[in-house]
């Protein structure tokens, strides 16, 4: 039985993921300057996510939307980036966004607030076109 829910979780999970891919949002556009500053501070961190899961998955469109190329890490079972996660964030759910800044690191879960913090802290800059 448990078998049986995995596999239509993930299949479900994966249906979502591509209906997703199909429909993305167009992506902020930023002067050539501008999206290099944000790059360079995306350097500092990364999500942690499952492909499947449906808060990843709203979480990886708001940063397509915004234009963020963040380090993505799989944390599925049997991945590497799943222990640390676990070590690092004190548990293991995703999405996680990891924050290295000023010699410290910030593990925010929830996929809300992950991407109310990214609007806050990228979203103003003024499109250009």
């Given at each position: 039985?448990?078998?049986?829910?995995?596999?239509?979780?993930?299949?479900?999970?994966?249906?979502?993921?591509?209906?997703?891919?199909?429909?993305?949002?167009?992506?902020?556009?930023?002067?050539?300057?501008?999206?290099?500053?944000?790059?360079?501070e995306l350097k500092n961190m990364s999500?942690?996510?499952?492909?499947?899961?449906?808060?990843?998955?709203?979480?990886?469109?708001?940063?397509?939307?915004?234009?963020?190329?963040?380090?993505?890490?799989?944390?599925?079972?049997?991945?590497?980036?799943?222990?640390?996660?676990?070590?690092?964030?004190?548990?293991?759910?995703?999405?996680?966004?990891?924050?290295?800044?000023?010699?410290?690191?910030?593990?925010?879960?929830?996929?809300?607030?992950?991407?109310?913090?990214?609007?806050?802290?990228?979203?103003?800059?003024?499109?250009?076109?």
């Amino acid at each position: 039985m448990k078998l049986i829910i995995k596999i239509l979780r993930e299949g479900l999970g994966s249906i979502i993921a591509f209906i997703s891919w199909l429909t993305r949002p167009a992506k902020v556009k930023r002067s050539p300057e501008a999206q290099a500053k944000v790059e360079n501070e995306l350097k500092n961190m990364s999500l942690y996510q499952f492909f499947a899961c449906p808060f990843c998955i709203k979480t990886r469109r708001a940063l397509h939307r915004l234009n963020l190329p963040i380090q993505l890490r799989d944390a599925q079972q049997g991945k590497p980036y799943r222990n640390e996660l676990a070590q690092g964030g004190g548990r293991v759910k995703v999405p996680c966004l990891r924050i290295d800044e000023n010699g410290t690191t910030t593990w925010m879960y929830e996929s809300s607030d992950i991407i109310a913090y990214l609007e806050k802290r990228f979203g103003a800059e003024p499109a250009l076109g």
